[in-house]
């Protein structure tokens, strides 16, 4: 079963639009992560949080931002999506940074 | 500079072969994870080593961690169409490390 949640999990939207991935995980992790991933592809981390008011930005830069108000929650949000944010986004969380990540289904963005 | 190189990055092979799959680095992990992505989920934790030289089996899945903690294997004996996926390394550099390193991935092909 899943504990970490990821809504939509398919979003097909026009360029300009103001676009929120919703992550949520029900284990009480400190840990949260987002990555970026092409289909088949490698990760990219592109950002996380250590807790609650922690967000810092990851290994590829991305015009996304993020914010950790509840443990629970941290939502990914992009202004004014265009065509190269094309791409599945997944969420993670772990207990620590040395433990196992627990992903959620990602949400496969497409922007026309 | 990829810090974990995984090989080889695309394998396709019929139902029943063995095959091995290699995550390696010039630098030293605390721990290594191997994951298991399926089309349109997230990535699945398969097992964790932690001790240098350890071996471990899951079912028909063979994992072991290099001695020097640098490098990590994982056999598939008689493959299924279910063991279809992408394979990926992850490591932990040390307790201070920021999160988890990922490899590019194996991605795996079972056909019957």
Known sequence: EADIYQTPRYLVIGTGKKITLECSQTMGHDKMYWYQQDPGMELHLIHYSYGVNSTEKGDLSSESTVSRIRTEHFPLTLESARPSHTSQYLCASSESVNQPQHFGDGTRLSIL | TQLLEQSPQFLSIQEGENLTVYCNSSSVFSSLQWYRQEPGEGPVLLVTVVTGGEVKKLKRLTFQFGDARKDSSLHIT????????????????????TALIFGKGTTLSVSS
């Open chain 2, 78 to 97: 008689a493959a299924q169409t279910g063991d279809t996926g992408l394979y990926l390394c992850a490591g932990v550099r040390n307790q201070a490390g």
